[in-house]
Nanobody
Framework: QVQLVESGGGLVQAGGSLRLSCAAS????????MGWFRQAPGKEREFVAA?????????YYADSVKGRFTISRDNAKNTVYLQMNSLRPEDTAVYYC????????????????WGQGTQVTVSS
């Protein structure tokens, strides 16, 4: 069982930056693939970024955030991060952290554990 708690959301102006954190419980965090997803009002939840388990040497990004967002992990701290730069109003959403068995990282149906979400609002 893994429990995930996101933090770092807030209100920021367009062009600004935020760093989201996701703290995980459990002693086997390093083996989990980790992902970030988001859901905007009236829209379905969508993939944002993911990082493979263990060293995290493999990362994946949605085209809409590539070059602006960076996912990383610190296994010693049981934490995954999402650095978001050059934020746009269309990035406004609730951002969710999720953990899975380190496969099919782009697909939310492959994730077993989810956090409660953190709100990110980007003003124009």
């Amino acid at each position: 069982q893994v429990q995930l708690v996101e933090s770092g959301g807030g209100l920021v102006q367009a062009g600004g930056s935020l760093r989201l954190s996701c703290a995980a419980s459990g002693r086997t965090f390093s083996r989990y693939g980790m992902g970030w997803f988001r859901q905007a009002p009236g829209k379905e939840r969508e993939f944002v970024a993911a990082i493979a388990g263990w060293s995290g040497s493999t990362t994946y990004y949605a085209d809409s955030v590539k070059g602006r967002f960076t996912i990383s992990r610190d296994n010693a701290k049981n934490t995954v991060y999402l650095q978001m730069n050059s934020l746009r109003p269309e990035d406004t959403a609730v951002y969710y952290c999720a953990a899975n068995s380190d496969s099919y990282l782009r697909f939310q149906t492959a994730y077993d554990y989810w956090g409660q979400g953190t709100q990110v609002t980007v003003s124009s």
